[in-house]
């Protein structure tokens, strides 16, 4: 087919196929509240001092939160940035939405129905560091007016790549990946580029090295990035946008690798705090006390640099007179782990820093502090906002209202977060990793049937824990209390088989 005869055949197709669906906001009305949800992927609740942690990693939040609304058992979706991501975003649990993994994504009916689809009042925006978070977000673009893209905020962009490229950018990606990177085990296709890519790249590091000491944040080993400039673009973002506003801005630290800036760098070597040193899990990856307590200390100097960006974008957005009609929400994903023999997340151990993450919300105008000890889920996280908008609440979602907004929660309420990246989607949960919290107690029930997770065996695994007791989950109580594990067994069997009948 020739060029003229393409032409030809492209003037048949609807005008619409050309154009974006029009995403103004309805009904605007500048009295709306604007809505900020700031994400650090990553970030524990059990590393932060605000939350009582020996280390002082949050100084400036510790003050902030002075006129905030803190939550202090509050509990992620899931164990990793995918599930935990989609059930922030549309308030349901994975088990609903069926979004495990990139490969197996969320049911189609969550494009709309989240919450970018419930604010067609609001100009909505989003962007994330993280590609797994943007994967989400890209299935939820029809109702999203801007979403910026990862790379305009990383300080390579992979040189002309994501400019050039930028609506083929997935495929492009990989192509790069193929031509110009040189990895031990291999080699690139060009092995003339990859080098001058290499080059480049020792070039860029050497001239961050001072600011830097570990290096800078990075996505996939070369897509690096400043933490200043994503706080700066919010901050110039936010003071441009026609009210009202729903921003989602979802930045990659605290996640690995956990480097820092210079001024706080080392900041807690040689402080004395030694955590406590406990067992191997099951799922142990075998690594010494010694690495787990070094990791963990550049983790929590990297969230002293996250807590002094923090301080300086609510300083510029007091400035800017921008919270006096701005809810701020100040949250994660997903937790991290420095402990049992593991580093990280994505491991089915489900111990309490991995799901146990912060969240605090800023209220215009509050001038007190509110400090809540009910156990939440970030399900509740959507209903809360749209009562907060005083819009109606869906009765698809599966949350509830946050205290105080709530005036009556369900105290005893089971909270539920869940891995099952080996299930698949429309069938029942085959292998699974799936937590319960109610009251000061946390179940956890893995199970795998696929043989997937192999230090299971393909045995069932049942772990008990009182937190207020045994906050470090030391002591296993699972065959100890058989009355109290019955019946917190029977709601998750309970539970879990209604969605499998679904």
Known sequence: MNRRSFLKLTGLLPAAYYLKPDLSPQRQDPSQPNIIILVFDAWSASNISLYGYERQTTPYLEKLAEKAIVYHNHYSAGMWTYPGTTGL????????HRGYTPTRPLLEEYHKKNIFGLFDTHHRLAYTHNPVADMV??????????????????????????????????????????????????????????????????YNQSKISARYPLGLPDVEGDNFFYLETAIDWIDEMVNNLSTPFLAY???????????????????????????????????????????LTEKRRHYDEFILWIDSEINRLFQNLAKANILDNTWIILTSDHGEMFEKGMVGH????????????????????????VDV???????????????????????????????PFHANPQKDRPIFSMEARHSEQNGPFTSAAVMMRQDNYKLTYLFDEQKKYKALKGKERYELYDLKKDPEEVDNLFNKEPEISQNLLEILYATMEKYNAR
């Open 346 to 369: 994505r491991y089915p151990a489900y111990i309490n820093p991995l799901a146990h993450i912060p969240l605090m919300i800023f209220p215009p105008g509050q001038q007190e502090r």
């Open 137 to 202: 977000l890209k299935s939820m673009n029809q109702v999203i007016n801007e979403h910026k893209r990862s790379q305009d905020l990383y300080v390579n962009q992979n040189f002309w790549l994501s400019r050039t490229l930028n609506l083929d950018y997935d495929i492009a990606s990989v192509s790069w990946v193929r031509v110009m990177k040189k990895f031990d085990d291999g080699y690139a296709n060009s092995l003339f580029l990859s080098r001058l890519n290499n080059l480049i790249y020792d």
């Open 89 to 96: 975003l549309t308030g349901v649990l994975p088990w609903t």
């Open 249 to 291: 801005c979802h930045l990659l630290p605290p996640h690995s690798p956990y480097v820092t800036r210079e001024d706080f760098f080392e900041k807690f070597k040689g402080d004395g705090y030694r955590p406590i040193h406990k067992p191997d899990h099951i799922f142990t990856q075998n690594i010494p006390y010694e690495v």
């Open 373 to 403: 000890f009910t156990v939440t889920s970030a399900i509740d996280l959507l209903p809360t906002i749209l009562h907060l908008a005083g819009k109606s609440i869906p009765s698809w979602l599966e949350g509830q209202l946050l205290p």
